[in-house]
């Protein structure tokens, strides 16, 4: 039975109401009655349920269509504005003991090397993310308890916060780790880390089991439930997503939205962000070999209808997509982006081609960080490098308030300016620079309170003349 406050996967996921959702959005997909209800309500810019946003998600009324696209675009400039935030992943290992069909890592793949980085070589990768840039990355690893024990994880959590290589720092840290108990999800708090971040994979159960076929990942109700462990641990800003390709996307899309509005139920905070990757080829994985593939126009309205449903919530897009596909996504909702990322373990550190076969899937976009901060200034969007909402305790309901009433702005604009002014002076190239200080005095002069305009002011002759790390 459905009920989105149980704390059972089964019930907050409940497959019957995903169905029921499933049967209301195609009886009503042409409805323009309904529809329109819908898009009234959807224009408060508050969000809606996971079956009125599966209406939008399945209506095909060209006009009705163009009004959804519109509407993501308003929302992503309300919340967002034009910044977006920049990370890098950092592979820490790829021993895994799972049996995940679409990923190369799974324990039977005996073509990849299987790597592990010391803390000597986490703290090479870390200074040359540092020397791109990055200040915020996200750390991966396999699951594998003997080579990949949570001690392992909090030393690398350790070392990376501890570098500090020229003016580089990496100042926020989030996880992408296998779901983990309360006790572990404790001990990464303590240790400081932004987000955590698990992808759900797909939410039917049955698909999941079939692709998940051995392992601990089996278990749906433990993985599904990771987040309310994480939470009930102190990590208040989780991350969710589902692997597009796995299962219908219409499926994935309201179980998405229930498990959303499940943590709202449960601890009155909705995930901090959520992520669209879609199934990319890899060592021994055939992306073809799944059903269920979405097609470009298919995922840019996946990512408006998540805009539109769930405003307050940050989406990520990461580099498994091309450049062309990326920039369609950023104007639909997409908050966050990765650049000059690597995927295989060590490959920041040792780039060489070969290092490649150690990665987890191929990446579209490879291009540099910094082609990367030139082509979003020159598309209009403000880069930002800001980390500063956890390090200032803006963290879960304090963020989420924040952010509904629209006051983040008064942070994340200024903030935003800050920091990428610490890029162009420490990393850009000069074609970079020469792009990013032309456009920085129009963002200064979009900050409306005197106090904190006149002293971005002053920070920035600060930055110019050597200090780092100035937040709001
Ligand atoms: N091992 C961790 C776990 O079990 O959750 C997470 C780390 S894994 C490095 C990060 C994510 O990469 C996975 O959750 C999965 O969604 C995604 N992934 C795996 N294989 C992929 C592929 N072939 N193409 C695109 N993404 C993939």
Redo the contacts with the bound molecule.
Sequence with gaps: MYNPKSRNAEEFISHSEVLASLKYADENKDNIKVIDEILAKARLKKGLSHREAAVLLDCTIPEKVDEIFELAREIKNDYYGNRIVLFA?L?LS?Y?V?G?V????HYVNKNIPRVKLTQEQIRRETEALQDMGHKRIAI????DPVNNPIEYILDSIKTIYSVKHKNGSIRRVNV????TTVENYKKLHEAGIGTY???Q?TYNKETYEKLHPTGP?HNYKY?TEAMDRAMEAGIDDVSL???F?LELYRYEFSALLMHAEHLEAVFGVGPHAI?V??????DD?D?NAFDNGINDDVFAKIVACIRIAVPYTGMII?T?ESAECRKRLLSLGVSQISGGSK?SVGGYFNPAPEDENSA???VSDRRPLDDVIRWLMELGYLPSFCTSCYRQGRTGDRFMEICKSQQIHNFCQPNAIMTLKEYLEDYASDATRAVGESLLPAEIEKIKDDVIHAKVIENLAKIHNGERDFKF
């Design positions: 992943p592979y790829n895994c799972n995940c679409y990923c190369p890592y991966e690893a396999g699951e992408n780790i296998a779901a971040i698990l992808f994979e990942k993985h997503g589902v692997l390709g992520s990757p879609r199934i990319k080829k890899a994985i992306p990461s498994r995927t987890q899937f191929d």
